[in-house]
């Protein structure tokens, strides 16, 4: 029997503002263990939260930027319970009213893990809906050593945003590809830095089989706290495999809250107690009504860059770029930019394009975002190439050099002495010398052998050790040939 | 006359002139308090040392320049203790000002201590407090009421000049009316609750405990206003409350008395002391006239869902894991937990804690608390369309007397009655002043109650300050005794 995943997953972010959701600690990734904590983020006696108002704008805008129905009414609920790492025994969250409803990420192929991308589901172009996206504070980090625990509270307070997809997903590539696609949104907008390293994209994971054609779902299981996008793939594959195996074997699957160790590679169960609970939300009487409309959606719209697909059309219209090229430039807002100021200046945008994808991808490092050299460089290159000075296979040599050197092309042609050999009066007297030196080719190509000239050509370049410049030698010996009647 | 008997307002000429120092002020009080406080117990904790030092620097010019005052003990100070009455959180040293304390030093107000109330400000008679039992000068056998007991018997035996209380459904006016002094529950948002421990976030306010209406107006003067750190706290203009005390007219004045307020039940001498004082400030030239708030019969019930519930929540961070006394004999997390809390919390608080959390239980949210959430607005409603036909409203503050002490401990719901008339207020959001009018032949003060509608302090005010000096108000000094 064929069987089919149902999948839904809920997304934590952490939001890109200085200071923490409810108090005007700085957020800091690394800083020495309770040193960024004040009253509020404690949960001390008598402290009171005061909303953060750039996370309201980033969480409206992300809404904005998904499609989601901002809600002109916010509020925020206190979720009820008690863990060490939570300083008030409650969480403040959105309960009923989150601020953003509905909304959708649009899967595209690249999205897709590379094994994948010429599936047909990565052709698909599915859009994968959204539920709620809300706003929430993070809790701090319980820390165990032997026979006894601390709490770090730095990160307690921080701003979460929680995005929630529909059941929509039907393969763990879909799950990788929407959480790609989700994080290139969440990037684009500047909204988070989405570093899955720091934590600040975190993933819970829904998952069910059914067989195929069956109208029920099947019984669903949680896996909670997947910190990497391959993580979340390769757990949803084994726990598929693992429901599937279980219905194959006549057996039923009982609902339940699993983590995956990726280590083992598996799934395993929580201890039920730890979420068997009864949150009590209720709205929190310190926090006032969120009202969004005026101010707050006007200052999300301001932030709104171009998004991905839009600029995936552009690019392509705009500079002649096939879709792979477009897509690949636009997977990285950087690189778009990157790419345009290059074009402005370069008479062929679609070479610019093909040594920033082929070339320096090739050799960019990962952990640089930044590109090192300026765009200018890329537009000389091809500039040089456009004007016959270099060939192909030497412009692909000089973007290596480029990047770990940090020259520019004219400089690195120069000290390699790498330039074509342009002058007409030396190919003039190489051209010469070639016919002479190649009677029976002469007289082929004389005899109408046209290609015998490949021949004639190919002692030119040897001679100058490549540095000619093809399209003259070429032209010169039909011209010389043509000479000699 | 002994100078612990002044008023603040009497106390600031003084200062001015330089006719008496900070030092002498503060010293005079504090031997006051060394004679007083064994026999009335209004102090958690005194700061001599600090106060001093503080008196000799301070400017006499500022607003409160030099004036002592006692804090309730769920106020923040930074570097003092604040138990909230509480063994839980025995040990605890807050690191931090309420916004009111920094608006009283800014104003040159000297801390002098931290007074006694019931835990976490749950009672209405300071007996649930883990510091023992503070008593009311008027008769050393019966409770001084609360849960500002503290902060009035204080104020009433002249232990302190002024305080600062808090009030959810009572606590401010309900302990002044019982002691004898005046005592004002500001509009909810008026003043800042930044600082102030939570039991119910939305109907806590941090308000004035003093000998005149007067000084209450002073004192209100000081603490309000917006505070970015409260989110609830209002962007409200502070109108000048003491230079506006005497700009009333009681002509085309309605005030109005509530029939809800005069149920079976409530005690003859006080029924009596109200209506004389009604007559009074008709004989003053106001029009008395008898409204209705129909939803009141449902303000205690629905009180005890909303309150509770809240502080089912905001007494959740006391758990012993950051602050605060913890079990020392435990086997889990589950289990420190539960001693902790067990150990720390007292019968009362532990009750609202419980009932709190069943209101909010799945099943029964909808049943209580929602329910609660629109009763409370139509109680909002009683009051809104009344303040159309009046300006304020004439009312006892408690239908009984000052009770003794033990009399109604074993009773929460007789304990939960002591409040019935100053809840609604807090439901409202509106302000509400207790002023005394009167004496029971026992010798007990008696306190009339004036509600205004919201922002409208400067009415009540001003009409309990015509009061006062229509009859010639002189704070009395308590026997301190046991009758």
Redesign the interface.
């Known amino acids: 029997m064929e069987y089919e995943a149902i999948i839904g997953l809920e997304v934590h972010v952490q939001l890109k503002t200085q200071t923490k959701l409810f108090c005007g600690c700085p957020i800091e990734y690394g800083a020495l263990p309770n040193s960024r904590v004040c009253?509020i983020c404690?949960?001390?006696?008598?402290?009171?939260?005061?909303?953060n108002k750039q996370a309201i704008i980033l969480t409206i805008q992300t809404g904005l930027m998904l499609g989601s129905e901002i809600a002109p009414r916010g509020k925020f609920d206190?979720k009820?319970y008690?863990y060490?790492d939570m300083?008030?025994?409650?969480q403040i969250s959105q309960y009923d009213q989150p601020l953003c409803k509905g909304g959708a990420v649009q899967l595209y192929p690249l999205a897709f893990p590379k094994d994948a991308q010429k599936d047909p589901q990565a052709q698909s172009r599915k859009k994968i809906r959204l539920v709620r996206i809300h706003l929430e504070e993070d809790v701090g980090k319980s820390f165990h050593f032997g026979d006894y625990s601390g709490?770090d509270f730095n990160r307690a307070g921080t701003p979460l945003m929680e995005i929630v997809s529909e059941a929509d997903i039907r393969s763990p590539e879909e799950a990788f590809a929407y959480l790609t696609a989700l994080r290139q949104i969440l990037r684009y907008g500047n909204v988070s830095d989405c570093d899955m390293e720091k934590g600040q994209l975190r993933c819970d994971v829904n998952v069910s089989v059914k067989p195929i054609g069956e109208e029920k779902w099947g019984t669903k299981c949680e896996i909670k706290n997947l910190n990497s996008i391959s993580a979340v793939r390769k757990a949803l594959k084994y726990e598929i495999q693992r429901q599937i195996h279980i219905l194959e074997l006549g057996g039923e699957i009982s609902q339940e809250t699993l983590r995956w160790d990726d280590l083992k590679g598996q799934t395993f169960p929580m201890r039920t107690k730890e979420y068997a609970h009864?949150y009590?939300y209720?709205p929190d009487?310190?926090?006032?009504t969120i009202l969004t409309e005026g101010e707050l959606i006007e200052e999300a719209q301001k932030r709104i860059p171009e998004l991905p697909e839009e600029k995936k059309q552009r690019l392509s219209q705009h500079y002649g770029l096939t879709e792979y090229q477009a897509s690949v430039l636009a997977s990285d807002p950087q690189l778009a930019d990157f790419f345009e100021k290059a074009a402005a200046q370069s008479a062929n945008k679609v070479s610019v394009a093909n040594f920033l994808i082929n070339d320096y991808l090739a050799v960019a490092s990962e952990s640089e975002t930044a590109i090192p050299i300026p765009p200018e460089y890329f537009s000389e290159l091809s500039n040089l190439v456009d004007q016959g000075k270099l060939h192909m296979k030497q412009a692909k040599e000089i973007v290596k050099l480029m990047v770990t050197e940090k020259k520019s092309p004219t400089l690195i042609v120069q000290e390699k002495g790498l330039a074509q050999i342009t002058s007409l009066d030396t190919l003039d007297a190489i051209c010469k010398e070639a016919i002479e030196a190649n009677p029976k080719s002469v007289a082929d190509y004389r005899s109408g052998k046209t290609a015998a000239i490949n021949a004639i050509k190919g002692y030119v370049m040897k001679k100058t050790k490549g540095q000619a410049n093809p399209k003259i030698v070429h032209e010169l010996l039909e011209k010389k040939l043509h000479e000699l009647g | 006359m002994n100078l612990f008997e002044y008023t603040i307002s009497e106390l600031r000429r003084l200062l001015v002139r330089k006719e008496l120092s900070p030092t002498e002020l503060t010293e005079a009080l504090f031997s006051r308090i060394a004679e007083v406080e064994p026999k009335i117990n209004a102090y958690n904790y005194i700061n001599h040392e600090r106060a001093i030092e503080r008196a000799k620097t301070v400017n006499v010019d500022l607003p409160l320049g030099g004036i002592p005052i006692a804090i309730k003990d769920n106020i923040n100070v930074r570097a003092e203790p604040c138990r909230c009455a509480s063994k839980i959180l025995e040990g605890y040293l807050s690191p931090y000002n309420a916004t009111v304390i920094e608006k009283l030093i800014k104003a040159g107000a000297i801390l002098v201590g931290r007074t006694n109330m019931d835990e976490f400000a749950m009672g209405s008679s300071t007996e649930n407090s883990a510091t023992g039992l503070t008593k009311n000068p008027w008769d050393l056998q019966r409770v001084p009421g609360g849960s500002s007991g503290g902060s009035a018997a204080a104020v009433a035996s002249h232990e302190a000049f002024c305080a600062l209380g808090s009030d959810t459904g009572g606590s401010i006016r309900q302990p002044a009316s019982f002691c004898g002094c005046v005592g004002l529950k500001p509009t909810y948002g008026r003043v800042s609750r930044y600082g102030l421990t939570a039991f119910a976030s939305s109907l806590d306010q941090i308000g004035p405990l003093t000998k005149t209406v007067e000084d209450a107006a002073l004192l209100l003067e000081v603490i309000s206003g917006f505070d970015p750190n409260d989110n609830t706290s209002e962007k409200m203009p502070v109108p000048r409350f003491s230079e506006l005390l005497e700009t009333l007219s009681l002509k085309n004045m309605v005030l109005g008395v509530p029939k809800e307020y005069f149920i079976e039940g409530i005690d003859g001498e006080v029924r009596e002391a109200i209506n004389k004082a009604i007559a009074h400030f008709e004989s003053l030239g106001a029009k008395i006239e008898e409204v209705s708030l129909p939803h009141t019969p449902y303000a205690v019930a629905t009180y005890y869902i909303l309150a509770t519930a809240e502080a089912s929540a905001n007494l959740a961070r006391f758990d012993g894991i950051r602050y605060g006394r913890r079990s020392k004999h435990y086997e889990d997390l589950l289990d420190y937990y539960g001693k902790t809390r067990d150990e720390g919390f007292g019968s009362e608080v532990k009750r609202r804690i419980l009932l709190g959390t069943y209101v909010l239980s799945s099943g029964y949210y909808d049943a209580y608390y929602l329910r609660a959430l629109k009763v409370k607005e139509k109680i909002k409603q009683d009051f809104s369309s009344v303040f159309k036909k009046c300006q304020a409203l004439l009312t006892p503050t408690s239908p009984f007397c000052a009770f003794r002490i033990g009399e109604k401990s074993n009773d929460p719901l007789q304990m939960y009655l002591a409040d019935i008339f100053t809840i609604a207020v807090n439901l409202a959001g509106i302000c509400g002043l207790s002023i005394p009018c009167g004496q029971s032949t026992e010798g007990l003060p008696i306190g009339l109650q004036i509600i205004g509608p919201a922002w409208k302090e400067e009415v009540i005010l001003a009409l309990g300050h015509l009061y006062q000096k229509s009859t010639g108000w002189k704070p009395p000094i308590p026997p301190l005794e046991k009758t």
């Open positions: 009253p404690l949960g001390l006696p008598g402290a009171l939260p005061s909303p206190r009820n008690f060490p300083p008030k025994n409650y709490i009864d009590r209720f009487p310190d926090l006032l």
